[in-house]
């Protein structure tokens, strides 16, 4: 059974960073996209960054990010310890939300497997 296991999440002040981390188990996640996404209070879950894990030990494929978080936000993975990481720099009040992280497996059409989630909060 896939589990998904957020950390990283906390209080930081704008302008910091935070790295979020979310380890994967369960499968081999050959060709499965993986996302984070995130929920502030009083708004829908909103997507914020994917790629497409490799079958084998090359580059993370077709890494997407939504705009508001393009050129600040930055998905990694290990491979080794089947870990994806969100990095997270220049956060604002408006980063602030419950962060997600998302699997979705080949040949899937919807994020099937999730996380459950990881705090951030931004004080101004």
């Known amino acids: 059974q896939v589990q998904l296991v957020e950390s990283g999440g906390g209080l930081v002040q704008a302008g910091g960073s935070l790295r979020l981390s979310c380890a994967a188990s369960?499968?081999?996640?050959?060709?499965?996209?993986m996302a984070w996404f995130r929920q502030a209070p009083g708004k829908e879950r909103e997507f914020v960054a994917a790629?497409?894990?490799?079958?084998?030990?090359?580059?993370?494929?077709?890494?997407e990010y939504t705009d508001s978080v393009k050129g600040r936000f930055t998905i990694s993975r290990d491979s080794a310890k089947n870990t994806v990481f969100l990095q997270m720099n220049s956060l604002t009040p408006e980063d602030a939300a419950i962060y997600y992280c998302?699997?979705?497996?080949?040949?899937?059409?919807?994020?099937?497997?999730w996380g459950q989630g990881t705090q951030v909060t931004v004080s101004s």
């Open positions: 369960g499968r081999a996640f050959s060709n499965t996209n």
């Open positions: 998302a699997a979705r497996l080949p040949g899937r059409i919807k994020f099937d497997y």
């Open positions: 790629f497409t894990w490799p079958s084998g030990t090359g580059p993370s494929g077709n890494p």
